[in-house]
């Protein structure tokens, strides 16, 4: 049965840095696309950053570019989204999700295009 599992999320202050894991268990991993989206209180749940299932594509919004990077390492079934220069608007609880109906170099950071889902990890940037 597959399962997705977030960690990493935690306090952090403005300009600091956190790694998010994303670990998809109970599949073959490399037949799926990853992604990660976010949502904050009161507002709807966006696309941050995917990966395709080669590793050869990455997408990222562009409210994180030049300041998160996806990667993923198939051996250990997880995907990283590494987040240097966070700032307050960063805050919100991150989620990770897979789905294997994609392209081998394709990913969308849609959350229409990804059918399973973690329970999602709290990122609080704050001084």
């Known amino acids: 049965q597959l399962q997705v599992a977030e960690s990493g999320g935690g306090l952090v202050q403005p300009g600091g840095s956190l790694r998010l894991s994303c670990v998809v268990s109970g599949v073959t991993f490399y037949y799926y696309a990853v992604a990660w989206f976010r949502q904050a209180p009161g507002k709807e749940r966006e696309g941050v950053s995917c990966?395709?299932?080669?590793?050869?594509?990455?997408n990222y919004a562009d409210s994180v570019k030049g300041r998160f990077t996806i990667s993923r390492d198939n051996a250990k079934n997880t995907v990283y989204l590494q987040m240097n220069s966070l700032n307050p608007e960063d805050t919100a609880v991150y989620y990770c999700?897979?789905?294997?109906?994609?392209?081998?170099?394709?990913?969308?950071?849609?959350?229409?295009?990804?059918?399973?889902w973690g329970q999602g990890t709290q990122v609080t940037v704050s001084s």
């Open positions: 999700a897979a789905d294997r109906r994609q392209w081998s170099n394709a990913c969308y950071n849609t959350p229409g295009n990804y059918d399973y």
């Open positions: 990966i395709s299932k080669s590793g050869s594509t990455t």
